[in-house]
Structures are given as C-alpha cells and as structure tokens.
C-alpha cells in the first residue's frame, strides 16, 4: 500500500468545501490514517515548496497557503499517489477535467484548492514535514475486503 500527503487549501477551508473534499477521497476506497487542521508556520511551509524557491510565484505561493487554517492528510492505498493527483487535477484549474477537485471547484493557478504529492519520494518527505511517526493510525478497515480483491 502507497501513502500520499493530501491538504486541503486556505481558499477551499474559507469556502466551506472541507467536508466535500474529504468525501470524495473516502468514498473513493483510499483510507484515511491522519489528519490535522492547522495553520501553517511560515518555515513550514518554506519547506514543504522549497523545490519552488526563487520562481516568480514562490512569495504569493507562502502567503496564500499560510494565510489561514489548512486541512493536512494522510491517505493510503494502491497506487495512492497518482490516484489521488489524478481525482485533484491540473494544477491550472482552468485546465483541470469537470469531476475533478480543481476542476469543480477553481478557477486559478493561485486558488486550486488542494495539495497533494506528486510522487511516493515527495509523499515521504512531505509527510514528515506535517506529521510525527506517532500521529499514523493504524488501523485495519473491515470495507477494505469489498474495495481490493
Ligand atoms: P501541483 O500543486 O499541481 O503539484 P506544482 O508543484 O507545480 O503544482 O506547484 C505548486 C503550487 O504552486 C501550485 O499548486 C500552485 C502554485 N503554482 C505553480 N505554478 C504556478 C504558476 N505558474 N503561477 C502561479 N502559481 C503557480
Ligand atoms: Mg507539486
């Protein structure tokens, strides 16, 4: 089983679309195993886009996704990471497909809505960024047998 780090966005938290996001990952088969509703410290979020450091959007990229509570997870399941990079979409939501979360929900570069990794390497390294060893809850889900074969 793969693990990838999903966060629901400033913009997606003000605009009450939490509970929907979540959903969607839920109802998908992925598990949930952590979850924290924080507001970001400033280093923090230096490092989690560090790898963007120094493009013209990195400022504006700091202050939009410190500037309120965010929604940090963790999901697992087969193939998680690009599962879950396929159901959020391009990064510009303008592009992104109608049925996925950017594409449902944005409209901007600058505002769509969600993180997630874009690799199993990135998974690993941001969720340590976000999470302790101990904040992973393992846990055997009973549904499981009805979504792998
Ligand atoms: P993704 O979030 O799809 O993995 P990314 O890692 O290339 O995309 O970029 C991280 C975030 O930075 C992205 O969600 C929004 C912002 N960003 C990327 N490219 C941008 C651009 N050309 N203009 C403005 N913001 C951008
Ligand atoms: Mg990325």
Not at 26 to 43: D, N, S
Not at 76 to 89: H, I
């Amino acid at each position: 089983m793969e693990r990838t780090f999903l966060m629901v966005k400033p913009d997606a938290v003000q605009r009450g679309l939490m509970g929907d996001i979540v959903s969607r990952f839920e109802k998908k088969g992925l598990k949930l195993i952590a979850m924290r509703f924080m507001l970001i410290p400033k280093a923090k979020a230096e490092e989690h886009y560090g790898e963007h450091k120094g493009k013209k959007f990195y400022d504006p990229l700091i202050s939009y996704i410190t500037s309120g509570p965010v929604l940090a997870m963790v999901w697992e399941g087969e193939d998680a990471v690009s599962v879950c990079r396929n159901m959020m979409g391009k990064t510009n939501p303008k592009e992104s497909a109608p049925g996925t979360v950017r594409g449902d929900y944005g409209m901007q570069t600058g505002r769509n809505i969600i993180h997630g990794s874009d690799s199993p390497a990135s998974a690993e390294r941001e969720i340590s960024i976000f999470f302790e060893p101990e904040d992973i809850v393992v846990y055997a889900r009973t549904a499981d047998q009805w979504v792998y074969e």
